[in-house]
């Protein structure tokens, strides 16, 4: 995966949207006005994505290329080295968890106006 396709991915995801409010270089992506993936636009090695505490240790334990959150929670977020033997596949599922974690924590009316926005029937 490469910065491009992994902008592209993010900005598939309903409602998503892109800005660069740490630096010029650091492409972050949210929905709803909340983060769920950063990555460095110059040197793509490597994006953050939030996730479950308990499965973020997990994913470490298992897989040498991720590791814990760079310059973000420990506990709440992983970064994930795209230079390793991770199939695209995976990649793709951590951004798409990460989504889906941050959505489920929207407050109800964010959820009701996603739902509206994008006409999506449901979220968990």
């Given at each position: 995966m490469d910065v491009l396709e992994f902008r592209d991915y993010c900005l598939s995801l309903p409602a998503t949207t892109?800005?660069?409010?740490?630096?010029?270089?650091?492409?972050v992506f949210k929905v709803m006005g909340k983060m769920f993936a950063y990555a460095g636009m110059g040197n793509f090695r490597w994006f953050n994505v939030k996730c479950d505490p308990a499965r973020a240790i997990e994913l470490r334990e298992v897989y040498p290329e991720v590791l814990p959150g760079y310059h973000a929670s420990k506990v709440h977020w992983n970064t994930v080295r795209t230079d390793g033997d991770l199939t695209e596949a995976f990649l793709r599922e951590q951004i798409r968890n990460s989504y889906n974690l941050v959505v489920a924590k929207l407050p109800r009316a964010l959820k009701a106006e996603l739902v509206n926005l994008?006409?999506?029937s449901a979220f968990d």
């Open positions: 892109e800005c660069t409010p740490f630096d010029e270089d650091t492409l994008q006409n999506i």
